[in-house]
């Protein structure tokens, strides 16, 4: 017999599923579906982990000449692989979904602020540049400059602040645990209660990014005054912010019962690619962030620049989908 057989022989024999054993080796279940057919060979960790499991030695995986030994299985099921995850008790899981209800208001309104932060330097350059005050440009530039400073400078104070209250809970999203007894009802009761507020925030916030648009093509389309057009951009910015602001607070909090459920994005497999995302994401929208800013500062095109969020968006979505497909690959 050569490996691919043993692993199926052994995997059969206590009766695990791909999916079960791949949860056992930290793997995908398509690594397991690739040893199984041939395709790749495993390396040597994970020969030495399958022999733990299957209560075999590791000359009987690799040695072809040699057939299944007659040694008592050992049972390594879902208790023997718990022991090595952390539990979680109705306290913690209370006190994390008191935390999220609490501090993920805060947090969108950060991202509101940052969101917003151009709209008065770009109202007021629009007024400016019609008349309608009795402003230098230079002033109307100086009034905007402090207020992108002033939001984003607040919005930073209040990550920070925030941000490290769920350290502690951070494993929830980048690990497998185990809830103890009674939990998961829980959980699942405050779900469903919360589950229309859900349904009724994700339908707002889509509405509000695909008509916050229209206004401003609109009067694109009219020929209004330019001051105009400026100011249902700043309109379309608030809108996206709303939006945003929903999104976290409403929806985040929502998933927070996910998180707990470890369900949806939030099963093994979708914890092992949001860990993956986490490093490329810190990356790429602090450079957005740079881009945008030295953009803007360099064009003062504010009521233009915008569009480098809605693009970057995108682009990110497209970089999760390459990252995600390459995880499948494996």
């Excluded at 022991?83 to 979904?97: C, G, L, N, Q, S």
């Excluded at 459920?261 to 810190?282: E, F, P, V, W």
């Amino acid at each position: 017999m050569i490996l691919a057989d043993k692993i199926i022989n052994e995997r059969k024999k206590n009766g695990w599923s791909q999916e079960e054993l791949a949860d056992m080796l930290d793997v995908s279940r398509q690594s397991v579906s690739k040893w199984e057919g041939a395709q790749s060979v495993p390396d040597l960790q994970k020969i030495l982990k399958m022999a733990e499991i299957f209560s075999v030695s590791t000359d009987y995986l690799l040695k072809d000449e040699l057939e299944p030994e007659d040694a008592p299985l050992r049972s390594y099921e879902v208790d023997d692989v718990s022991r090595t995850k952390r539990k979680v008790t109705m306290e913690d899981a209370r006190e994390y979904i008191l935390l999220r209800k609490q501090l993920l208001p805060r947090i969108a309104l950060g991202v509101f602020l940052c969101i917003t932060c151009p709209v008065v330097l770009i109202l007021l350059a629009g007024l400016q540049s019609a008349g309608i005050v009795s402003i230098t440009e230079n002033m109307a530039a100086a009034i905007g400059l402090i207020f992108i400073f002033g939001q984003v400078g607040m919005a930073v104070f209040i990550f920070i602040i925030n941000s490290g209250k769920l350290s502690k809970y951070n494993f929830l999203e980048q690990e497998c645990f185990e809830t103890e007894y009674g939990v998961d009802g829980m959980v699942k009761e405050k779900m469903a209660l919360f589950e229309k507020t859900n349904t009724l925030a994700l339908t707002v916030g889509v509405m509000l990014c695909m008509l916050s648009c229209v206004p401003l093509v609109i009067c694109s389309v009219m020929g209004v005054s330019e001051y105009i057009i400026t100011a249902m951009v700043c309109l379309l910015l608030i809108a996206v912010a709303t939006a945003v602001f929903l999104f976290i607070s409403v929806c985040g909090f929502y998933s927070s019962f996910k998180i707990l459920l470890q369900c949806d994005d939030y099963t093994l497999k979708n914890k092992k690619l949001n860990k993956r995302m986490d490093a490329i994401s810190g990356v790429y929208w602090m450079l957005i962030t740079a881009v945008y800013l030295a953009v803007s500062f360099l064009t003062m095109r504010w009521d233009r620049t915008w569009i480098i969020w809605a693009v970057s968006g995108v682009v990110y979505a497209l970089l999760r989908a390459i990252v995600n497909a390459f995880d499948k690959g494996e």
